[in-house]
Structures are given as C-alpha cells and as structure tokens.
C-alpha cells in the first residue's frame, strides 16, 4: 500500500500481525476474520503508515480468496474505517457490515 499510496514505511508492532494470522488460522468464519483483519489493524497501528489502508486492502484480498466481493461505495467503505479509528465501531459491527456490504464473484 506504502509504495503505491505513499508513506512512510515500516512495520511498528509485528506481534499484532502475529495475533492477526493466529486468530485467522484458528477460525474459518469468513466475515469474522475479514472484520478481525479490519479492526486489529486499524486501531492496533502495526505499520508505521497506510493501517486503514492496509487493514482494507487485505480484507478485499481475504474476502476475493473466499469468492466474495465487498460492494460498498469508497466513501461508504472509508466511513466505515473512520469510525474503526474512532472506535465508534467494533469488530462485530464491521462483521455485520461485511455481510450486508459483500456479494459473491
């Protein structure tokens, strides 16, 4: 995301990443990983720079691997990430929003 967005580069907590990957290959809940990516990235701040990109980018990647397509509006979808920041949302509500906001390839 750095070098296609800019910013600086460089991962500041790797053991969120850690968690992240941990929680996923326990799980195969779809949406609950898709929305533990979101969240844990977002307000963990593993990366110096781009988390809420980062945190979106990788949940397209997830989803798309699982045959689902996130239908939602840039601005809906960048909305949804500001609340994340500002805590405003949780994990479960992303969750929901996953689910009413995705559809298959």
Do not use: C
């Not at 809906?76 to 949302?89: I, N, P, Q």
Request: net charge positive; no cysteine.
């Amino acid at each position: 995301m750095i070098e296609n967005y800019g910013g600086a580069k460089g991962t500041l907590y790797s053991a969120t990443l850690d968690y992240i990957v941990y929680e996923i290959n326990k799980n195969n809940d779809v949406y609950r990983n898709a929305a533990l990516v979101v969240h844990k990235i977002v307000t963990g701040h593993p990366f110096m720079d781009g988390n809420k990109r980062t945190a979106l980018g990788i949940a397209h990647i997830y989803l798309e691997s699982k045959g689902l397509y996130i239908t939602a509006s840039k601005k809906d979808k960048l909305e949804l990430l500001l609340k994340t920041a500002s805590y405003k949302v949780n994990q479960k509500e992303i969750e929901k929003w996953l689910q009413e906001n995705t559809r298959k390839l």
